[in-house]
């Protein structure tokens, strides 16, 4: 099951960047013989400043078709990480080929675009920066790899 990460913003060089790309290739490693990854980010930006409905259109573009649309939002299920992981291979075994997980701009992510998703995950009633939220994502991503691998990297 391919991972899209389509996310609104550009991602400069920097720590969080270094971090999302290392938890990435983290994953991509342990997931392959788990029939998980590749994993990718789609950035988009609204250079014209539409706000969360002209966010909405760019997110809709970048998600390929026939994926599985999993919002990130403050108003989406808790889950553990283990949750999470048997979640992914829920989807994996399900014959789901495409899994596109969205982070939306400053305002979140539209009504209509939510309303559109299979899946709400949520990191908690706290809402979290969105590069924090990338690097949250890619991290948790990785940890449900080892997880399903049987790795020491979860430890609970």
Do not use: N
Not at 69 to 86: H, V
Not at 99 to 126: C, T, V
């Amino acid at each position: 099951m391919r991972v899209h990460l389509c996310a609104v913003g550009r991602l400069r060089a920097g720590p969080e960047k270094t971090l999302i790309d290392d938890y990435l290739a983290r994953f991509d490693r342990t997931g392959r013989a788990l029939g998980l990854g590749p994993a990718r980010v789609i950035e988009v930006e609204d250079r014209k400043g539409g706000g969360a409905a002209a966010e909405a259109a760019l997110l809709r573009r970048a998600i390929p078709q026939g994926a599985l649309i999993c919002t990130l939002d403050e108003r989406g299920a808790l889950l553990s990480s283990p949750d999470f992981a048997a979640r992914l291979a829920g989807w994996r075994d399900a014959g789901q080929g495409d899994l596109a997980l969205l982070i939306g701009g400053a305002d979140g992510i539209e009504a209509g675009l939510r309303a559109e998703a299979g899946f709400s995950l949520s990191f908690g009633p706290m809402v979290w920066p969105h590069l924090l939220a990338r690097v949250m994502l890619a991290e948790q991503l990785y940890r449900a790899a080892t997880i399903l691998a049987g790795g020491p990297y979860h430890r609970a």
